[in-house]
């Protein structure tokens, strides 16, 4: 089962355990960290996701994950956490929720003499990203894109 098979699984079994708690399924993540592989389950909510939240999904899905169809995976480190407010958006549904919002675009390589770029999310379409900074309308394709982040707003 590669990275992303086992997220997609990973999802489906979250689903009935996100409905129960009342949260949303923000992402799931399969990736080497460091010597480590970290299996990472994003929540969310609507107000706060708290620690409570996170210890019963992570309790309720860990069992599932000892079944056969998991046994070919390396050693991992099961993780559930917060989407959290600097919380990275990667979906199109998680662009669609936060259209109007003050995001964090970073790059692959300078573009413009920056490795980044902090404005209003304007659009977003087949993973182009539109920000507004200073009046100023700037389309970032996909290609350039490492990773968009909410920027908090403190």
Excluded at 18 to 41: N, R
Excluded at 80 to 93: D, Q, T
Excluded at 111 to 124: F, N
Aim: hydrophobic share 40%.
């Amino acid at each position: 089962m590669n990275a992303k098979e086992l997220c997609k699984r990973v999802r489906e079994l979250c689903e009935p355990f996100v409905e129960e708690l009342g949260v949303t399924l923000w992402d799931v993540e399969f990736e080497k960290e460091g010597g480590q592989y970290m299996l990472t389950v994003t929540i969310d909510r609507d107000g706060h996701t708290d620690i409570d939240d996170c210890e019963k999904l992570s309790r309720s899905i860990d069992p599932l994950l000892d079944a056969k169809e998991f046994a070919s995976l390396p050693p991992y480190t099961l993780c559930v956490s917060s989407a959290g407010i600097a919380r990275r958006l990667k979906r199109p549904e998680h662009f669609a929720a936060f259209l109007g919002s003050e995001v964090e675009v970073r790059f692959y390589r300078p573009i413009a003499g920056s490795k980044m770029a902090v404005g209003v999310l304007r659009d977003y379409d087949e993973g182009r990203v539109t920000l507004e900074q200073d009046g100023t309308v700037t389309v970032f394709e996909p290609k350039d894109i490492a990773a968009v982040h909410l920027w908090p707003e403190i």
